[in-house]
Structure formats: C-alpha cells, structure tokens
T-cell receptor, first 118, second 110 residues
C-alpha cells in the first residue's frame, strides 16, 4: 500500500515553454502533498506544501508564479514549471501523507520526474 | 527542528550489519527521529522512526541513546540493494516538513 506515482518520469522541453508534472496517490487519499527538487549530487530541497483544496505554501526562495501547484483532489497534485529555463533542469519529486496511513511524518514518495530544459 | 550530523559515507560488506550513526544533540523532548533512504535516481523511502525507545521493523532497527542526542540505524544483514543515501531527520511532533541534510552514502560491497 501507500503508492505514489508521478508522470512523466522524464521530460525534455525547450526554454520558454511550460511543463506539467502530475503526482498521484494510488491507493490512499493524501491530505497533504509535498514537492521537492533535487539537483545532481545534492540533497532534496522542499519547494512547497499543498493541502487539498487550498493554496500551496511555498518555501523561501521558491517563486510561486513560476512553480504553479494545484492540489485539486485528495489523490492528485500537479506542479507546472512555467517559462522553463535551463537552470530549472532538475529531478522533481513529490510525496504524500495521510493521518490514516502512517501518520503526518511518514511521507510516501513518488519515483521522481527528471526535467531537462534545452 | 533540530539539526542532524551524519558521516558523509560508509562502506559495509554484504551480509554484515550496517550501523549508520546520527548526531542530533539539540533534539527536544517532542521531536522524533526519522530515517529515510534514497536509492540512486529514485524517490526516498521511509525506513523507521522513533521517539525515545528503540524500534525494530522488517527493514531495520533504530537505537536511540538514553539522552536522545544520537541514534544508530542498523541494517542487520546488508545486501547490495541497500546501497543508497541514508537520511536521518528530526521532526517536531506537530510539524510535517522533512528537512533533508546531506545524508550518509552507504556502499554495500560484495
């Protein structure tokens, strides 16, 4: 149980275009979803926290107008990278939690999406 | 949330126990110790967590010192598939954010 999927697993886009990444909890309803970014040889950095039906809370230094997060249902959150630039190339990972599945600290992570902006 | 300190890397022979230390000297009474691991190019995976008592599950054991200032994650019989970055994270009782440090790269060798 507690499976989280991401789509796509990798994407290449041209500079200036936008790309959407989906995160789904497959077998549980996630009250909270998180989005992380990981650059090569670095650790995960939390970008934002989103709760179903409400606006996402962004970490300091993360541009909310550039990284649009929508958490429309208890099983789906999307991250849209708008006007992508090469420096946005990174590994984007989502996670989900539910108080009914493992508790608020036990996050279930997706497999990640590798974004390359050319 | 309290900061954690882990060695940057460790090696372990296949079949032997892997003991991964973590220092969290500023941990407060209501903060938990969580361990996650990340295999290369995958999302992290929850391993185990604890507050005061030692904990064991099917993946690992967590030993927390009596003063709670440090802990050790034990993989009893390491396999090559346990090669990963292991993260020790301290999180408050009511907090829900995980702050990932650099972690420990564990290399299991045959």
């Amino acid at each position: 149980g507690a499976v989280v999927s991401q789509h796509p697993s990798w994407v290449i886009c041209k500079s200036g275009t936008s790309v959407k990444i989906e995160c789904r909890s497959l077998d549980f309803q996630a009250t909270t979803m998180f989005w992380y970014r990981q650059f090569p040889k670095q650790s995960l950095m939390l970008m934002a926290t989103s709760n179903e039906g409400s606006k996402a809370t962004y970490e300091q230094g993360v541009e909310k107008d550039k990284f649009l997060i929508n958490h429309a249902s208890l099983t789906l959150s999307t991250l849209t990278v708008t006007s992508a630039h090469p420096e946005d190339s990174s590994f984007y990972i989502c996670s989900a939690t539910s108080p009914l599945v493992g508790g608020i600290h036990e996050q279930y992570f997706g497999p990640g999406t590798r974004l390359t902006v050319t | 949330d309290a900061k954690t300190t882990q060695p940057p890397s460790m090696d372990c022979a296949e079949g032997r126990a892997a003991n991964l230390p973590c220092n969290h000297s500023t941990i407060s009474g209501n903060e938990y110790v969580y361990w996650y691991r990340q295999i290369h190019s995958q999302g992290p995976q929850y391993i185990i967590h604890g507050l005061k008592n030692n904990e064991t599950n099917e993946m690992a054991s967590l030993i927390i010192t009596e003063d709670r200032k440090s802990s050790t994650l034990i993989l009893p019989h390491a396999t090559l598939r346990d090669t990963a970055v292991y993260y020790c994270i301290v999180v408050g009782e009511y907090g829900n954010k995980l702050v990932f440090g650099a972690g420990t790269i564990l290399r299991v060798k045959s």
